[in-house]
């Protein structure tokens, strides 16, 4: 059981932002349209009612989602700098292939490809997008022990992980442990961090921490303890965040999710039509640093 199923990213020009992905990611377009009121409301986003939408595909065919939301940009947003989701991380079969791609495109390479000490089998690489979002391109060249790692089945493939900024880590892994019945992976890990310490301007060599969350073997979310400098993330009010604005994950138990969560939810849980769903009942969460936590039944 794979619980991603799909991240929300809020953009000025959804035309723009299909038509560059699909072009320098080979995504293609699943589904497009507007957004439906209850849908908009049930994400704490009343205001985003009948703005544009569209959702697309990898290339290999995976059911895992990149959904656009047409939305008002904030002046004061500045990416990798504030609370909430972070970025999306795509795993890719040849990264230094992907970053000669990138070199081409609209995306800014922020992150050359570069290996993470102690962990040879992942090698990463991180872009901007053209609204701010922050896209990690991972190629996974062995298998680790503990965990099960995607290999992907096209040149450019599906979102595996998400990040998500915290003001605290450890509340934050506590409060998805006990809302979301997500398990901890790794509980802490210090990393050099450059694409950190270069948006804060702190030493190149300085220590982050960060963590991990898993279902099974599958590692799926990587928490980051944001810096003290790092603010609550700006919006219009009753709009979706800037940047990457939700996680959408698919859920084992979902009755027993919906009674745990008993008068948290934004709105009750109910069914949605989108290739998201799937015709499934779904329910969204505030989570601490205000990020939002959408749940998929099965």
Same mark, same amino acid.
């Given at each position: 059981?794979?619980?991603?199923?799909?991240?929300?990213?809020?953009?000025?020009?959804?035309?723009?932002?299909?038509?560059?992905?699909?072009?320098?990611?080979?995504?293609?377009?699943?589904?497009?349209?507007?957004?439906?009121?209850?849908?908009?409301?049930?994400?704490?986003?009343?205001?985003? =009612?009948?703005? $544009?939408?569209? *959702?697309?595909? !990898?290339?290999?065919?995976?059911?895992? %989602?990149?959904?656009?939301? &047409?939305?008002?940009?904030?002046?004061?947003?500045?990416?990798?700098?504030?609370?909430?989701?972070?970025?999306?991380?795509?795993?890719?079969?040849?990264?230094?292939?992907?970053?000669?791609?990138?070199?081409?495109?609209?995306?800014?390479?922020?992150?050359?490809?570069?290996?993470?000490?102690?962990?040879? =089998?992942?090698? $990463?690489?991180? *872009?901007?997008? !053209?609204?701010?979002?922050?896209?990690? %391109?991972?190629?996974?060249? &062995?298998?680790?022990?503990?965990?099960?790692?995607?290999?992907?089945?096209?040149?450019?493939?599906?979102?595996?992980?998400?990040?998500?900024?915290?003001?605290?880590?450890?509340?934050?892994?506590?409060?998805?442990?006990?809302?979301?019945?997500?398990?901890?992976?790794?509980?802490?890990?210090?990393?050099?961090?450059?694409?950190?310490?270069?948006?804060?301007?702190?030493?190149?060599?300085?220590?982050?921490?960060?963590?991990?969350?898993?279902?099974?073997?599958?590692?799926?979310?990587?928490?980051?303890?944001?810096?003290?400098?790092?603010?609550?993330?700006?919006?219009?009010?009753?709009?979706?965040?800037?940047?990457?604005?939700?996680?959408?994950?698919?859920?084992?138990?979902?009755?027993?999710?919906?009674?745990?969560?008993?008068?948290?939810?934004?709105?009750?849980?109910?069914?949605?039509?989108?290739?998201?769903?799937?015709?499934?009942?779904?329910?969204?969460?505030?989570?601490?640093?205000?990020?939002?936590?959408?749940?998929?039944?099965?």
């Amino acid at each position: 059981m794979k619980l991603m199923r799909a991240a929300t990213l809020s953009v000025a020009d959804l035309n723009r932002s299909v038509d560059t992905y699909c072009e320098w990611l080979d995504y293609s377009l699943e589904e497009r349209g507007e957004l439906d009121p209850a849908l908009a409301a049930s994400w704490g986003s009343p205001a985003a =009612a009948g703005r $544009p939408y569209a *959702v697309i595909r !990898p290339a290999s065919g995976h059911d895992i %989602f990149i959904r656009f939301v &047409e939305n008002r940009i904030h002046p004061d947003y500045q990416a990798l700098r504030t609370f909430g989701w972070a970025a999306i991380e795509v795993c890719v079969q040849d990264v230094l292939k992907v970053n000669e791609r990138m070199f081409q495109s609209p995306f800014e390479i922020i992150g050359p490809p570069r290996e993470i000490d102690g962990l040879p =089998a992942i090698y $990463p690489m991180q *872009v901007k997008g !053209p609204d701010q979002e922050i896209v990690y %391109f991972t190629q996974i060249r &062995e298998d680790l022990p503990a965990f099960d790692l995607p290999r992907a089945d096209a040149m450019i493939d599906r979102l595996f992980i998400l990040v998500m900024a915290c003001s605290d880590m450890a509340a934050s892994l506590e409060w998805l442990e006990q809302h979301a019945d997500f398990a901890i992976g790794r509980e802490r890990m210090e990393i050099v961090y450059t694409m950190l310490a270069n948006a804060f301007g702190t030493p190149l060599d300085e220590l982050h921490a960060i963590s991990t969350m898993v279902h099974g073997k599958d590692v799926f979310l990587e928490l980051d303890q944001m810096p003290p400098q790092a603010t609550t993330r700006p919006h219009y009010d009753g709009e979706l965040p800037q940047g990457v604005a939700i996680g959408t994950f698919v859920h084992p138990d979902f009755d027993a999710i919906v009674e745990k969560n008993s008068g948290l939810w934004i709105s009750e849980p109910a069914i949605h039509d989108s290739a998201v769903y799937d015709g499934k009942r779904a329910g969204t969460l505030r989570a601490l640093d205000g990020t939002l936590i959408e749940l998929v039944e099965t």
